[in-house]
């Protein structure tokens, strides 16, 4: 029996060898080891895939399990070979990888919290192997966009703006929210404008890669900045794009400091698809926070929530700017509050535009706010001044 | 958190054969060596985490309920702190392997 052992800890590697031996199954076992994910694929590939059971970690150091995975899902000779992911992961993100591994038709023996029982794990590879059918695997497709987007896209047109995110008890500022906008001769375009545009030509990925670039340099530059969060807008589209996710990851592994945060925003149904969890996982695996923008627009929100870890949701602001005087709403915005406390993930409240909004928030328990009340949007030229002038409670002092 | 965790250790050490107990001893403390010597470097928090992840990966295999303990560790001196105690009581029972 070929066991291949994919784990960035040699202690790791070494106990399941042992338990291995250990076992009171008896089988003739050839183990083969790897210290990351590329040794990995690169074993896989120099056995031929002759392997019986595949014992992969999931967060190795400088790479995870989620590219092993990956790598399996789109070579169809590999699809079979027994996988048992293990993990010192938290339960949710285990049990995302484990409907993402389903979803790629992989031969999943199981997701397993370390330390695992190996005993179980022989016993549940033999009884997968005794009715394996072969199964087809759809390769992905490669479908990056060639359009030259230097036209449309010149740096020089697409400008950042920042809008601030205020924790709602000690009123320090969070974080804050990267929003696009171009502008022309004639001045600001607003999203509203060219978002159509963009999704018209096909070239929403390389807007939102244009958009990260600049975020990255803007927050990588400005020092000040780099104890608050930094939230990009994505899509679900975006999350498809294998691409832009090795864009994303690559990002942030060279600016590790940096606390991003994507806003997965729209309500799109291929949100529950193989490739966009699999991207949501490898995002979570690299430090990257995942919010669920505009909660409770979409049917599909409690869907999400169910599937995806997310570490905060953001109330969509059609529920949130009028709670003072809309008695629905606000009953909405606090079952909302009240779910997110129960599952332990943050509620941001964006659209605050009116200090009595923001005083019944603060009551029903929210914890972060976002909106007008505290300001619009900034331009990131003016960014820090605005940083120092709320430090200094000059603006702060106003809306209590 | 410097709780005696030697029972702990000789349980895991003992559950396997005579032969299989040197590799591992050694596997372990090249672990916990290499984990204290990365602490001495960390310069962010995403640094810290991956040391956390790897740290909590060890106890878990050496059945120390210590999830919790490292789940609120912020800074890396009580990262260091903690390997050094394993560590430190890993290597006392070395006679005993």
Known sequence: ?400 | MFIDISENLRHFFWHYSAERRLPLYQALVGELVNIRSQTGTIENSDQLNTLKHQLKGICRYLSLEFDAQIEVITRRQQLQCMVEHIHGQVVAIADEL
């Open chain 1, 1 to 400: 029996m070929n066991i291949l052992i994919v784990d960035d800890q040699k202690f790791v590697r070494e106990a399941i060898k042992a338990d291995l031996v250990e076992s009171t199954l008896e089988y003739d076992f050839q183990t083969f080891e790897a210290e990351d994910a590329n040794q990995g694929m690169e074993a896989i590939v120099a056995i031929d895939g002759n392997i019986d059971l595949l014992i992969l970690d999931l967060k190795m150091d400088n790479s995870d399990g989620m590219e092993v995975i990956n790598f399996l899902s789109v070579h169809a000779s590999y699809a079979d070979i027994p996988l048992a992911v293990i993990s010192s992961s938290d339960k949710r993100t285990l049990g995302l990888v484990s409907s993402i591994a389903s979803s790629l038709k992989l031969n999943l023996v199981g997701v397993f919290e370390k330390p695992i029982n190996m005993d179980f794990i022989l016993a549940e590879t033999a009884r997968l192997q005794s009715q394996l059918d072969h199964k087809m695997v759809v390769k992905s497709s490669e479908s990056v966009s060639d359009y030259d987007i230097n036209q449309l896209l010149a740096d020089e047109q697409v400008l950042l703006c920042f809008q601030p995110q205020v924790d709602m008890k000690s009123k320090n500022i969070i974080g804050f929210e990267v929003l696009a906008r171009m502008h022309d001769e004639n001045g600001y375009i607003y999203p509203d404008t060219f978002l159509p545009l963009i999704d018209k030509a096909g070239l929403n990925v390389d807007f939102t890669k244009i958009i990260v670039a600049k975020a990255f340099k803007f927050w990588a530059y400005e020092k000040a900045l780099s104890s608050y969060t930094l939230s990009i807008n994505v899509t679900a589209e975006d999350l498809s794009c294998d691409n832009l996710i090795d864009y994303i990851i690559r990002h942030k592994q060279a600016h590790a400091d940096i606390k991003l945060i994507l806003e997965l925003t729209e309500s799109q149904e291929v949100i529950n698809q193989a490739s966009v969890l699999n991207s949501i996982a490898r995002l979570i695996i690299n430090d990257i926070g995942i919010s669920l923008d505009d909660f409770g627009k979409s049917y599909s929100t409690y869907e999400r929530l169910d599937t995806i870890p997310f570490n905060e949701i953001k109330i969509d602001r059609s529920f949130v700017c009028d709670i003072d005087t809309n008695e629905q709403h606000h009953l909405i915005v606090e079952s909302t509050i009240a779910l997110a406390k129960k599952m332990s993930v943050s509620v941001v409240a964006e659209g605050i535009e009116t200090e009595s909004v923001l005083n019944i928030l603060a009551e029903l328990g929210c914890d972060i706010a976002q909106g007008y009340v505290y300001s619009p949007p900034i331009e990131g030229r003016y960014l820090i001044a605005w940083v120092n002038r709320y430090v200094y409670k000059d603006i702060a002092a106003n809306v209590h």
